[in-house]
């Protein structure tokens, strides 16, 4: 299926969202002027292209729930799920773990060097905060864990981390969640197939028996050059959909729907191919 006519089917969901709040948004991704026009440009669609994928399946979910726990697996600021979780009031928790960034008050930290990160923290929590201001019940000052040291960014490519790493500072909730989601990261995050089957036994763990796991994540991907923290390049675990046509059902996963996409935008990747997966937990490990 092309992009345009992915775009096309989900255009739907993208309604969700008010002009002024979705152009909000976009406007919250300004790049500071030393960025090219279009590396602007690059970051924008990337975005564009999580936020309906996710909320494709994250809409299917919330028809049949209510009160959902969602726990969002993911690097960077990831404002994506945080603008998901704002838009679907049957997701009344919201909890998130992350390499790259501990919380907000690391953001407003970064707002002093947001020449050498990038992003224009600023306009993203002022849109992160406007929100939290319609959606009370959220707490999301919370969103972020507190990582340890050997979590920081100078330290995440010796890729010795665990999944209990990530979520340290807090005593995690086995079995509580509803929903787990992770976009465009495993392969970026894990050195090899064995940690990242060991990342699905985790989300396994997290969640609820009935739960959901949402999975976005490039196929076949060599390399990733981040640009928030200006790493060089990262090696990524080359995976494909016999991997994951395996590795869900031995974690105790049952695949639910399992489509390759086409993303636009190659310039990180070797390729464009994104596997677009939606899994329920079929029993505990």
């Given at each position: 299926?092309s992009i345009?006519s992915?775009q ?11 002009p002024e709040?979705?152009?909000g948004?976009?406007n919250?991704?300004?790049l ?5 026009d ?5 970051g924008q ?6 936020i309906r994928?996710?909320n494709?399946?994250?809409?299917l ?14 690097c960077g ?24 960034s ?12 947001e ?5 224009n923290?600023t306009k993203?929590?002022e849109f ?7 959606r009370?019940?959220l ?22 981390m ?5 979520f340290?500072?807090r ?21 090899s197939k064995g940690?990242?089957r ?9 969640l ?8 976005l994540?490039f ?6 050059t981040p ?8 090696s ?18 049952e695949?639910?729907e399992?489509?390759?996409?086409h993303h636009e935008e190659?310039?990180?990747?070797n ?8 899994a329920?937990?079929a029993?505990d490990?």
């Open positions: 299926m345009l992915y096309e089917k989900h255009d739907k969901y993208e309604k969700i969202f008010s709040k979705y152009m948004f976009w919250a991704l300004t500071d002027k030393e960025k090219s279009l590396e602007v440009s690059s669609r990337t975005m564009r292209f999580s994928s996710i494709d399946f994250i809409s979910i919330c028809r049949r729930r209510q009160n959902i726990k969602f726990h969002d697996l993911g600021p990831s404002v994506v799920n945080m603008l998901s979780a704002a838009a679907f009031p049957q997701i009344t928790s919201v909890e998130g773990s992350d390499f790259l501990s919380n907000l008050d690391y953001l407003k930290i970064s707002i002093n060097s020449g050498k990160q990038g992003y923290y993203i929590i992160i905060n406007s929100m939290n201001e319609q009370g019940h707490n999301l000052n919370n969103y972020f864990i507190p990582l340890k040291d050997k979590c920081l960014p100078e330290n995440f490519v010796k890729y010795d665990s999944l209990e790493d990530i340290c500072g005593k995690m909730q086995w079995g509580t969640y509803d929903v787990v989601v992770s976009t465009m990261f495993l392969t970026d995050a894990v050195p940690h990242y060991n990342v699905l036994r985790t989300v396994n763990r997290m609820k028996l009935g739960g959901t796991f949402c999975l994540d196929l076949n991907q060599s390399f990733w640009c928030i923290k200006g790493m060089q390049k990262l990524a675990v080359p995976i494909n959909l016999q991997f994951l046509e395996k590795s869900l059902p031995a974690t105790g996963f695949i639910e399992m489509r390759v996409i190659n310039k990180f990747c390729g464009d191919k994104v596997a677009c997966v939606r329920t937990k029993k490990l």
